[in-house]
């Protein structure tokens, strides 16, 4: 008596396609399923889109220049040292023509991110100025980075840490460059 395969090539049938469904299934949900059900804690997170530095031979160089109870600001064109950042060097230069942060006070880099950078200080920064020197400095610092088409906001930090308040300004926020 011969054994009928009808049963088995069913059940395989049935098993494939059961199988199929399944794959289907994780296909379309992997495909259509929104973003945004995915825990943060396991949300791939884009990588920070950091910018070189452009490559600039003259920056601005911005000085304040007291006019009765108005500060204005000089402008001269200073050569950038071979392989110094121009912004850095930009920045520095403007620090260092002022009398309201301390001598050591530096800008020590530019972290671009897209259109907003990251200006890092170091400690000697970091100190208490007055209402009219927070404003000049800010600004100063605000005129310096707008030379630089490619950044549209600033941040502040000192020593890798975020700065809170420059005096009675808050810094929580991306602060909008002076064109």
Same mark, same amino acid.
């Given at each position: ?32 399923? %929104? +973003?945004?059900?995915?825990?943060? /804690?396991?949300? !791939? ?6 910018? *070189? $530095?452009?490559? @600039? ?28 950042? %121009? +912004?850095?060097?930009?920045?520095? /230069?403007?620090? !260092? ?6 001598? *050591? $006070?530096?800008? @020590? ?71």
């Amino acid at each position: 008596m011969a054994k009928s395969k009808a049963p088995k090539n069913a059940s395989l049938l049935l098993l494939m396609g059961l199988a199929g469904a399944v794959v289907g299934g994780l296909v379309a949900y992997i495909k259509l399923a %929104p +973003a945004d059900v995915v825990p943060a /804690e396991i949300r !791939r997170t884009e990588p920070s889109r950091q910018t *070189e $530095a452009p490559v @600039v031979s003259k920056v601005t160089v911005f000085t304040p220049v007291a006019q009765g109870d108005d500060v204005t600001f000089d402008e001269r064109q200073v050569d950038v040292p071979k392989g110094t950042d %121009p +912004a850095v060097f930009a920045v520095n /230069e403007f620090l !260092r023509s002022t009398t309201i942060v301390e001598k *050591e $006070a530096r800008l @020590v880099a530019v972290d671009r991110r897209g259109k907003e950078a990251i200006l890092q200080f170091n400690s000697a920064f970091n100190q208490t100025v007055g209402t009219g020197d927070e404003k000049v400095l800010l600004d100063g610092i605000r005129k310096t980075m707008g030379q630089f088409s490619e950044i549209e906001s600033i941040r502040f930090e000192v020593e890798g840490q975020p700065m809170e308040t420059l005096g009675n300004v808050e810094l929580d926020q991306p602060i909008i460059v002076i064109r």
